[in-house]
């Protein structure tokens, strides 16, 4: 391959896509490097990459896919990286990786082609199948999932793409080519690359499950995420299916004048679902789709998990499935590894790992969990890890979303918000705002001060929820998962 090294658009990647054979995976490690790489080689490329840390579950994953992986604590020099690299065609480049840093220089200067991992899918992977972009604040990874469930269930042959480790299945996979269903993030792409990675994806269909602020370290408010999707938008010709609950939504509907078009669905009474039955066993609803009423069961638990499941089945009912065959595919459904995942018992507490680490989020999750657990105190050990979680953001959000659970253990973060222009979550005025409200709070600034708490509160009766989208202090890495009892 004769391209100097420099960034590659989706558009530079479709015209040499043919002359690509070899790409290696800088900080392959992520949820979509690593997706992304899984895709890749089954596209016939050859694969390998490199992460510092190799964490769970992605990084488990990784290693059974015989994908070659690199330590990068063992390249320690420029020409032991530029060794490397000059073996390949192509560096695709993790977003975690810093401007101006030691990484981004040495495969600057290794003179190999590089790209985003959303432009390599876009301009390899995406061209020639039918995309359905599943987006939004919350609820991505779980929605595009249930829907690639409920297609396979029906018979069908789709592609997916999920940040995010399955049991079933592998993150990614390419299918047939006639639906693709993919977890569209409005994060940055890369140093290099500063829009949201859903516009590289070449989306035909969108789902929009939620829009509000978030990523705070690189939108300032949540006009700039709406300008994202308003650039991406002339490009998606098909189904839009968005939930109505978030004014963004209906205004970013209003200004690209598809409010009449677009397929809305929604917690409240113009739009529905309809929910009229949530137990601990599962969920009753009806849906309303073209004047026709729909009524759906599913062993899915909670409001957030029957809004994700009802974006689906609307789409599957614009493509012309019919009700009584998605009624079958949606009895039941499998979450996501770290949504609502029941890891073992510690000490007698049963323990529960889940993604969330904003502040609605939080709050559906606690709501889900009580509802599955009614006779269980939860107490609820919350990790505000994100670059947002821990700015002052969300202070006073916090501590209205913490409020349906028995208790709180805050794990301190350990790195200074990123966000611009706001200060640090305050976790100690959080932690007596609750107990002010009368929720018993305490602060843990590491994993040993998490398990004082947890050996001291477990019984029986406590159920712990572990919210982080990280590795809680290294809570996740210790001792403490190895004496979980499954």
């Not at 069908?156 to 999920?162: E, K, L």
């Not at 078009?261 to 039955?277: A, H, L, M, R």
Request: with cysteine.
């Amino acid at each position: 391959m004769t391209v100097p090294g420099g960034a590659l658009s989706v558009h530079d990647l479709a015209l040499r896509k043919n002359k690509i054979k070899k790409i290696f995976m800088y900080r392959i490690c992520g949820t979509g490097m690593g997706a992304t790489a899984c895709l890749l080689k089954e596209k016939g490329y050859h694969i390998e990459g490199c992460d510092q840390r190799f964490y769970p579950p992605m990084g488990d994953y990784l290693k059974k896919t015989g994908i070659p992986l690199h330590d990068l604590s063992q390249l320690t020099t420029d020409a032991q990286i530029q060794a490397l690299l000059s073996q390949f065609d192509m560096v695709v480049v993790g977003n975690v990786i810093p401007k101006g840093g030691v990484d981004a220089l040495r495969i600057e200067k290794s003179g190999v082609p590089y790209c985003s991992f959303p432009a390599a899918l876009g301009g390899l992977i995406l061209g020639d199948v039918n995309v359905v972009g599943i987006a939004g604040t919350h609820g991505k990874t779980t929605s595009t999932y249930l829907l690639e469930q409920i297609f396979m269930k029906i018979g069908m042959h789709p592609g997916h793409f999920i940040g995010g480790v399955i049991d079933e299945l592998a993150p990614a996979a390419m299918g047939d080519g006639r639906f693709f269903f993919i977890e569209s993030d409005e994060y940055d792409s890369a140093y290099f690359e500063k829009y949201s990675k859903f516009r590289s994806y070449s989306i035909d269909n969108l789902i929009l499950t939620s829009l509000e602020f978030d990523h705070g370290d690189i939108f300032n408010n949540v006009e700039e995420i709406k300008e994202q999707f308003r650039l991406a938008m002339p490009e998606i010709k098909k189904t839009i299916v968005a939930c109505a609950d978030y004014p963004a939504i209906l205004e970013l509907a209003q200004e690209c004048g598809g409010k009449d078009s677009w397929i809305f669905y929604g917690d409240n009474k113009e739009c529905g679902p309809y929910i009229e039955q949530l137990t601990p066993e599962g969920s009753r609803f009806r849906l309303k789709f073209k004047g026709r009423d729909y009524t759906f069961n599913t062993n899915l638990v909670g409001r957030h998990n029957v809004l994700n499941l009802a974006a689906g089945l609307l789409y599957a009912l614009a493509e012309g499935i019919s009700g009584e065959v998605l009624s079958h595919a949606i009895s039941d459904l499998k979450m996501v590894k770290r949504r609502q995942e029941v890891r073992g018992v510690y000490r007698s507490s049963l323990v529960i790992d889940d993604f969330a680490h904003h502040p609605r989020a939080v709050e559906y999750t606690i709501e889900s969990i009580k509802l599955q657990f009614p006779q269980k105190k939860i107490w609820v050990v919350l990790d505000p890890a994100s670059a947002t979680a821990r700015s002052d953001v969300f202070q006073k959000e916090f501590v209205n979303s913490l409020m349906n659970s028995d208790g709180v253990i805050l794990a301190k973060p350990e790195r200074a918000s990123t966000v611009k222009g706001r200060g640090n979550l305050d976790c100690e005025q959080l932690v007596s705002d609750l107990n002010k409200r009368g929720k018993e709070s305490h602060l843990a600034k590491n994993a040993s001060e998490i398990l004082q708490q947890l050996n001291r509160l477990a019984n029986p009766s406590t159920l712990f929820l572990v919210l982080s989208n990280t590795t809680c202090l290294g809570l996740w890495e210790s001792d403490f998962i190895r004496s979980l009892e499954r």
